[in-house]
């Protein structure tokens, strides 16, 4: 049975297609391909149909990302089909969260910087879990919207993308693997 992540932002032409763009490829080196599939969608549909932004194509494809990318909004008959909702930031989930139609389709939505590892001088054993962290402050984990700004707000937004996909990866192959049992 495929696995089905979802990343959202408000538009769906920064955050949430860097997002899916680099989490696919975490997912096919990983070996995972054919049993994850990625997403990305926004709040608003202000953008529908267009393709990522040119800056976050650049900064994709800079670094080595692929960016077949066409935008839509996110529909709250989602929540049925997917298994975790990964809003960009506080202001997403909050919308997320009211939109699912049930509260187990609201506990779908984490942010993604939740799932980053904590730094190196962390203590290990407050770090075994793989499961979200949503307990620092939401604007703590907020990925910054980098639309406004020049390119270096694109290469922020990757940067933190990266640095939390390796721990969202390890929760859903976790997933992916209790499945398999």
């Not at 994850?36 to 267009?50: K, R």
């Not at 089909?81 to 939109?99: E, Q, Y």
Request: proline fraction near 5%.
């Amino acid at each position: 049975m495929t696995y089905r992540v979802s990343f959202v932002c408000t538009g769906n032409i920064c955050r949430s297609p860097m997002a899916a763009s680099v989490f696919r490829a975490r997912v096919e080196e990983a070996g995972l391909g054919d049993r994850v599939e990625v997403e990305s969608a926004g709040t608003g549909g202000w953008h529908e149909g267009d393709g990522a932004d040119p800056r976050a194509v650049a900064v994709l494809a800079e670094h080595g990302y692929g960016t077949d990318h066409a935008a839509r909004q996110f529909q709250a008959s989602w929540f049925a089909r997917l298994d975790l909702v990964i809003a960009l930031d506080s202001g997403h989930r909050k919308t997320l969260r009211h939109l699912a139609p049930t509260e187990q389709d609201a506990e779908k939505v984490h942010l993604l910087r939740s799932y980053a590892r904590p730094s190196p001088d962390h203590h290990p054993s407050t770090s075994a879990s793989h499961a979200p962290s949503d307990s620092a402050g939401d604007d703590d984990l907020d990925v910054p919207d980098p639309y406004y700004g020049g390119l270096d707000g694109f290469e922020e937004c990757l940067e933190m993308v990266e640095a939390a996909s390796e721990g969202l990866l390890a929760a859903v192959r976790e997933e992916v693997e209790g499945r398999a049992i």
